[in-house]
């Protein structure tokens, strides 16, 4: 198996896993009670936070979530509905994930309005169209990161920045496929959200970073927490897991990005010299992310032919497959033709030469099969 999917989803590091395992069995006390097993439990969560506050180089408040997709809708709708005595306008990118999109439009249909930032002709955000948008009524302004189908990065950092002139606007961020995979200051960023199955943590853990002086409402109510911002009594083995996850993925990180970058460079040279095959990626892609287009194959029909050689990639983001068309790949390169036969092969440092040299064979067999 030649698994190239790891934006949508990591393998749990085996010493993540043994970390849950042990916390599970070790602190078996509800972090809520007074008890002495309850105090434990506490201890490893409070040591938990502080360590993902120090690996961030935040100071933020740690809010536990599901994931990130959770996290997307708490901040969205959670930010209009604290903050609109003060306007209804929200500013994003058409180059979200379907966590942001969707509870957006249902933010729609509650009477606010959204509007979508201009892009480049790289994809990145147009930093002073962005400034020009701003309206007496702009509470929010939700930017990724890092887009999931294509790689792009985006200038979160000079937008914080220049956000900094609007003490009124909360800045949030999606930073599911920038944490762990590129340096980031996230530090002037309002509101952050991640998910720990990206960086080989376990399913059904995630968090939302929040500045000190921001507020919002809650989606889910009752129950004592870590926080008054998420209900629902916390999971110390969830919760020490993900702190392990995010200490591991930062060891050797410059090792980790540059071997990634390296076999990016060398799939896209050989890519690039196949007929009928375009790369979707420019110079601001973070090498993890590598979307092609294998022109006049339909991506479902192209991912399954390499399934069935034991070569799992995806087509457009895992939470939106299905759609038909990519609607990133078509606002960065405005050619439908590409839109409708684009692939994402995602990397990892994990994955090595060999499992590339035999994609690579596999994808010259595959779409020539196809294409009779």
């Not at 698994?3 to 916390?23: G, M, N, Q, R």
């Not at 970073?209 to 209900?231: A, D, Q």
């Not at 390499?306 to 759609?323: D, F, M, P, R, V």
Request: proline share 3%.
């Amino acid at each position: 198996m030649i698994y190239l999917d790891y934006s949508a989803t990591t393998p749990v590091d085996k010493e993540v896993l043994d970390t849950f395992v042990k916390v599970s069995n070790d602190f078996i006390g509800n972090p809520n009670s007074l008890h002495k097993l309850g105090v434990e439990s506490k201890k490893i969560i409070d040591a938990s936070t502080e360590q993902i506050k120090k690996i961030l180089a935040i100071n933020h408040e740690v809010i536990y979530t599901s994931g990130a997709s959770e996290s997307n809708n708490t901040a969205l709708k959670g930010i209009a509905f604290r903050y609109k005595n003060r306007g209804n306008h929200i500013i994003t990118t058409n180059f979200e994930h379907s966590s942001i999109v969707a509870p957006l439009n249902y933010l729609q249909k509650q009477g606010f309005k959204v509007d979508f930032v201009p892009l480049t002709e790289d994809g990145l955000v147009d930093v002073n169209k962005l400034k020009k948008m701003i309206t007496s009524e702009t509470i929010l302004v939700s930017i990724g990161a890092v887009n999931s189908e294509i790689g792009i990065r985006q200038p979160i950092e000079e937008i914080a920045l220049m956000l900094k002139d609007f003490p009124n606007i909360i800045f949030h961020v999606d930073a599911t496929q920038a944490i762990g995979k590129i340096k980031i200051d996230l530090s002037n960023v309002d509101l952050i959200s991640m998910s720990a199955h990206k960086i080989y943590g376990i399913k059904g853990i995630g968090l939302l970073l929040k500045k000190s002086n921001v507020e919002f409402e809650p989606l889910i109510h009752g129950g004592k927490s870590t926080t008054k911002y998420r209900s629902g009594t916390p999971a110390p083995a969830l919760i020490a897991s993900l702190s392990k996850a995010l200490r591991l993925i930062y060891d050797e990180f410059d090792k980790k990005y540059n071997h990634v970058k390296e076999i990016n460079d060398y799939l896209v040279e050989k890519l690039s010299k196949i007929e009928g095959i375009v790369v979707n990626n420019n110079s601001y892609t973070i090498p993890h992310i590598l979307n092609i287009s294998v022109i006049g194959i339909k991506p479902e029909t192209f991912q399954h032919a390499l399934e069935e050689k034991g070569i799992y990639i995806s087509t457009q983001t895992a939470c939106s497959s299905g759609a038909g068309i990519s609607s990133s790949v078509l606002t960065f390169t405005k050619d439908e033709a590409r839109a409708t036969s684009s692939v994402r092969l995602s990397l990892s440092y994990l994955t090595t030469k060999i499992e590339i040299d035999e994609t690579i064979k596999a994808i010259i067999e595959c779409k020539e099969r196809l294409s009779l």
